[in-house]
């Protein structure tokens, strides 16, 4: 079934809507709260809390591509479930990957957090634009959906070193296109 379909399942409001969904974009819905969360019935009711999102947002919704509407749903309630979950304690995959953007995107605490938020993620779309497939993927299975530097290697069909010197050369990258757009100082 496309996406364009299930869609329609979801506007029609048809609890077939779901199944189809989690047949097709399932693995990869637990696949990001998987490695977000190190705990499998976490996993599972953020996988849940998912389909129930999607099936509270489509209608109005038609987000093209489904696939990655789904996954950032996924991640938003991953990480928040994270969070609560580990406010005095650490997970070494989740807590390694945000450390190493730490110090290259800034943190923002103001009143005018949400405009400079967004011309944040504009800049780094932006950046992600100009960096060769293999260089934007390895970034995105790192910093978007929390995967280890061994699986990443094992994906791409490479070694962890390379993984590693391409995504620290990126990181760089990322810092010194974003002081040249005037968002670090």
Not at 14 to 30: M, N, P, T, W, Y
Not at 109 to 138: G, K, M, P, Q, W
């Amino acid at each position: 079934m496309t996406d364009a379909e299930i869609i329609d399942l979801f506007v029609e409001r048809s609890e077939q809507a779901i199944s189809e969904l989690a047949s097709k974009h399932g693995k990869a819905v637990a696949r990001v709260a998987g490695n977000i969360l190190a705990d499998k019935r976490d996993s599972e009711e953020v996988i849940n809390d998912t389909w129930l999102g999607v099936w509270n947002s489509i209608p109005p919704q038609r987000p093209s591509p489904l696939r990655t509407y789904v996954c950032r749903i996924a991640r938003n309630l991953a990480t928040t479930k994270y969070h609560s979950n580990t406010a005095e304690k650490r997970n070494s995959y989740y807590d390694a990957a945000l450390d190493e953007l730490e110090e290259t995107i800034p943190d923002f605490h103001t009143v005018d957090e949400e405009i400079a938020v967004r011309e944040l993620s504009s800049a780094i779309n932006r950046f992600l634009e100009t960096l060769s497939y293999e260089d934007r993927f390895f970034f995105m299975r790192r910093y978007w959906y929390a995967d280890s530097l061994p699986d990443i290697a094992e994906m791409a069909d490479t070694n962890y070193d390379r993984v590693s010197v391409r995504l620290h050369r990126t990181k760089k990258k990322l810092k010194d296109y974003l002081e040249k757009e005037g968002l670090l100082v």
